[in-house]
């Protein structure tokens, strides 16, 4: 078992910046990738972006590119969601993700789950 417990959301103007953060404790070592996924009313879960344990190599979904940035402190077994220049497209809850998978785009790959995190963004 993985627990995952975001932190950081909140309300931010367009063009501003949050940092999220996900504190993981268990069996991280068992996990194959950490990520990032989103959800707002009404739509699917999307993914945001992800993090490779072993390598520390980093993907991105294609609307947060060049943008979002994942980071992890593995001494913490944290890991953090830099977002920068916002929209009012990026509202949603915003949820942490551990997956055994290589398949770390697809969301029903993730086994464990954090509550999530609120990101508004007022235009």
């Known amino acids: 078992q993985v627990q995952l417990i975001e932190s950081g959301g909140g309300l931010v103007q367009a063009g501003g910046s949050l940092r999220l953060s996900c504190a993981a404790s268990?069996?991280?070592?068992?996990?194959?990738?950490m990520g990032w996924f989103r959800q707002s009313p009404g739509k699917e879960r999307e993914y945001v972006g992800a993090?490779?344990?072993?390598?520390?190599?980093?993907y991105y979904g294609d609307s947060v590119k060049g943008r979002f940035t994942i980071s992890r402190d593995s001494a913490k077994n944290t890991m953090s969601l830099q977002m920068n220049n916002l929209t009012p497209e990026d509202t949603a809850l915003y949820y942490c993700?551990?997956?055994?998978?290589?398949?770390?785009?697809?969301?029903?790959?993730?086994?464990?789950w954090g509550q999530g995190t609120q990101v508004t963004v007022s235009s």
């Open positions: 268990g069996r991280i070592s068992s996990t194959y990738a």
């Open positions: 993700a551990a997956s055994q998978s290589s398949l770390f785009y697809l969301a029903n790959q993730y086994a464990f």
């Open positions: 993090i490779i344990r072993t390598s520390g190599d980093t």
